[in-house]
């Protein structure tokens, strides 16, 4: 099995210290050796994974499952023109469809791997509660499945969420709290070591598994008529 090379993480950290183009320009051949470790990693991820998971497209490749590593800087008042990590998106539904997911970083001292579904749109927040409402013990069961926390410690994170009780809810509901929720997310950590070891996608593809339940109650919600 493939893993990421030392001089993966060392690229990248030369990155944070020399943001600017006139740098990269100069050592494209660096980044270029990156992103191949970078997508065979990818590769061997998602070819393990779609055998768990028959929803990931046939078509999705690592080349096309890395992230671009240019910034857009148009809105930003950072304007440093590159990323410091590198990203593996892995999606589940039809291109351009906003739905639950996986997503992997790349990054010195800062990778992770995470899966859910990020500040759906009106309409899908509004299905979520909605199954969270009707059928909360088949998500409250998800997340304390023993093997989901062994990995997920802080279950759905908690960053984006209402301070309020959201409309058309009543504020002693049993499950108000899942239902304030405005991203339903859940991220692990891994260590640079993790990531250069061995079994380094098994243990990757071993997360993913564990997310895939939370997906397909996301997805059943938003799949809803």
């Known amino acids: 099995m493939i893993k990421i090379k030392p001089e993966t993480f060392g690229f990248l950290k030369q990155v944070q210290a020399n943001n600017n183009r006139e ?4 050592n494209k051949s660096l980044y270029l050796s990156a992103k191949e470790n970078v997508e065979s990693f990818a590769e ?9 998971n028959p929803k990931i497209s046939p078509e999705l490749t690592g080349k096309k499952s890395v992230m671009r590593i240019y910034r857009d800087v148009r809105f930003s008042k950072d304007k440093a023109p590159y990323k410091t ?18 997503f992997i970083q790349l990054q010195p001292n800062q990778s ?14 509004k299905l979520i509660r909605q199954e969270i409402d009707y059928n909360a013990d088949q998500l409250i069961k998800i997340l304390q499945q023993q093997s989901f926390k062994n990995i997920f410690k802080e279950g759905l994170q908690q960053t984006d ?11 002693t509901h049993p499950n108000i709290e899942l239902l304030k ?10 260590t640079d070591k993790d990531l250069q070891s061995a079994d380094a996608v098994e243990r990757i593809v071993s997360s993913l598994k564990e997310i895939m339940p939370l997906n397909d109650f996301l997805q059943e919600a938003i799949s809803t008529q």
Request: glycine share 12%; aromatic share 16%; hydrophobic share 35%.
């Open 181 to 190: 929720l405005k991203s339903f997310t859940v991220s692990s950590g891994f």
């Open 23 to 26: 740098w990269f320009q100069e």
């Open 112 to 125: 992770f791997v995470a899966g859910g579904m990020w500040m759906p749109d009106a309409e899908h927040l």
């Open 44 to 52: 061997d991820i998602i070819n393990s994974f779609r055998k768990l």
């Open 161 to 171: 969420k209402l301070k309020t009780t959201p409309k058309s809810y009543d504020a």
């Open 85 to 102: 990590n590198f990203g593996i998106s892995i999606p589940t539904g039809p291109k351009g469809v906003h739905g639950p997911g996986y």
